[in-house]
């Protein structure tokens, strides 16, 4: 069974296989990094500081909830400042994240679980999950024009795209697992996913890989829309959770007292954009991905649907098991030691959002 196959075609396939190949070898040195943790500073067991002191910066990378915050003019309220970054997606946020030019990220359930295993020590301070999620799910299996693949128990024997640091790797596994193919009946083509989804698309549109999971929105529907008549579609997994999203940090951030008492008023605002979201799907399309993304307006609503309907719970203990569940799935495939869940998480941060986003639910706007 090969685990990776390197006969790209050009294009954005070619970057991702160069990317993945930088943070290769950037994670080599990862050992290093593991006793670089700060000796000095704020516990982590210490209450949160309630005073910022002049000074401070977030370095965040969360688009949405930028334009959201610009929007409202919440940034005026902070006693800090925010410097926004266009780093999204799991690979980059961790890759800032050893860099030291980010305090804040935005991923699914692997990469802060990833990070960890890379030897870069994080912690999640926030996690939303679909109101819906019993109903939803947040990718489907995109099947490329002549694969001949009609169920998915026909993915047995075909070249799957596989990204050990994203969520996109749980799905894989959990879904060989649930239709009982053993990992070694399938080529994991290790390529890392773009936030548009464009790399895994034009990989399956040009028969470099044979399935990959995409996000069950804008992505999924262009996908069908622009290679459907050639045979390309979509297969949805079989019924497990996909849908948590992380707000994460280096534990380096939560170290400094100034940083840390900026992140407890960050992630209260962090719960009302959630929130506000929810109740302003019109609101975000236009002005999010219109305004700043330049898609069309039915498009827009797509995106839009995609990122609201969210809920942000007040207990993490819901959060703490989708979590673990990710970790005892690809920890044994991975070759990676097993983690107590509930490390990941700074619980001084468990109720801050879902106050927040709780406080303004139902409320006019």
């Known amino acids: 069974m090969s685990q990776a196959v390197y006969r790209w075609p050009k294009g954005s396939v070619a970057l991702a296989a160069f990317v993945a190949g930088s943070i290769a070898l950037l994670f080599a040195f990862a050992p290093a990094y593991r006793t670089a943790e700060a000796k000095t500073g704020l ?6 500081p309630d005073r910022v002191p002049p000074g401070v910066v977030l370095r965040v ?10 929007h409202n003019g919440w940034e005026k309220r902070l006693p800090f400042r925010v410097e926004w970054a266009e780093i999204t997606g799991g690979p980059d946020v961790t890759e800032a994240f050893h860099a030291g030019v980010l305090d804040v990220g935005f991923g699914a359930s692997v990469p802060p679980i990833h990070a960890v295993w890379m030897g870069i020590p994080v912690r999640i301070v926030a ?17 490329a024009p002549k694969a001949n693949i009609k169920t998915l128990s026909d993915l047995r024997g075909k070249r799957i795209a596989f990204s050990p640091s994203q969520v996109q790797a749980q799905i894989v596994i959990e879904t ?3 239709v ?20 895994y698309s034009n990989a399956l549109a040009s028969g470099a890989i044979d399935a990959a999971p995409i996000r069950a929105d804008l ?5 069908v829309r622009d290679f459907g008549a050639r045979g390309a579609h979509i297969l949805k997994h079989p019924p497990f959770r996909d849908d948590g999203g992380n707000v994460y940090v280096p534990e380096t951030s939560l170290a400094d007292p100034g940083k840390a008492a900026a992140l407890r ?33 039915a498009d827009a609503r797509v995106m839009a649907a995609y ?19 990710a970790i005892d799935t690809l920890g044994p495939e991975t070759k990676h030691p097993r983690l107590d869940a509930a490390t990941l998480f700074d619980r001084r941060f468990e109720r801050i959002a879902g106050d927040a986003a709780a406080s303004v639910q139902g409320k006019p706007s």
């Open 43 to 48: 516990p982590l067991t210490a209450p949160l």
């Open 265 to 297: 008023i960050f992630i209260h605002y962090w719960g009302l954009a959630q929130a506000w979201v929810n109740a302003h799907p019109e609101d975000v399309a236009r002005g999010y991905y219109v305004g700043n993304r330049g898609l069309p307006i």
């Open 307 to 325: 990122t609201g309907n969210v809920s942000v719970p007040r207990s993490w203990a819901g959060a703490i098991a989708y979590q673990q569940a």
């Open 61 to 70: 990378g969360d688009p949405v909830t930028r334009w959201v915050f610009e």
């Open 180 to 199: 009982g193919i053993r990992r070694q009946d399938v080529t994991l083509v290790e390529l890392p996913s773009s936030i548009g989804g464009d790399v």
């Open 127 to 143: 996690f939303r999950e679909y109101a819906d999620r019993a109903t939803r799910q947040a990718y489907v299996f995109g099947i």
């Open 219 to 223: 992505v999924a529907q262009r996908y």
């Open 176 to 178: 060989l697992k649930a």
